[in-house]
């Protein structure tokens, strides 16, 4: 079978129910009926998430209440994924909030 890739979840879901292939997946989300979801040992998927906003943007004033909401928004996938909530309690946590939502200096960085 030739070499197959793709950024479509379903996709690739429909890829590995049908011909028993394997895809790393982040731990986010259910599992497809016919797929198992398997812990990988360590770390080996990484995905940054780094809000952006004008500081002149009407929502530069509540960026620390967005952070905030998108943290709790976060742990609620965490908990609704028994793979991934087993990870978060095992050390994941350490790894994945490694520092606060970041606030530009007054000159934007």
């Not at 040992?41 to 906003?53: E, I, M, Q, S």
């Not at 996938?77 to 946590?93: D, K």
């Not at 790894?95 to 606060?100: C, H, K, Q």
Request: with cysteine; aromatic share 8%; net charge negative.
């Amino acid at each position: 079978m030739p070499a197959h890739f793709g950024s479509e979840a379903h996709v690739a879901l429909t890829l590995i129910r049908e011909s028993r292939a394997v895809c790393p997946l982040y731990p986010v989300g259910g599992t497809s009926p016919g797929v198992a979801r398997l812990p990988i040992r360590g770390n080996p998927l990484v995905r940054d998430v780094v809000p952006a906003w004008r500081l002149d943007a009407p929502v530069a004033q509540d960026v620390d209440d967005l952070c905030e909401q998108v943290a709790a928004g976060y742990l609620k996938l965490v908990e609704e994924s028994e793979v991934y909530a087993r990870w978060w309690r095992e050390g994941g946590e350490a790894f994945a909030l490694p520092s606060p939502c970041p606030v530009p200096d007054r000159l934007g960085r």
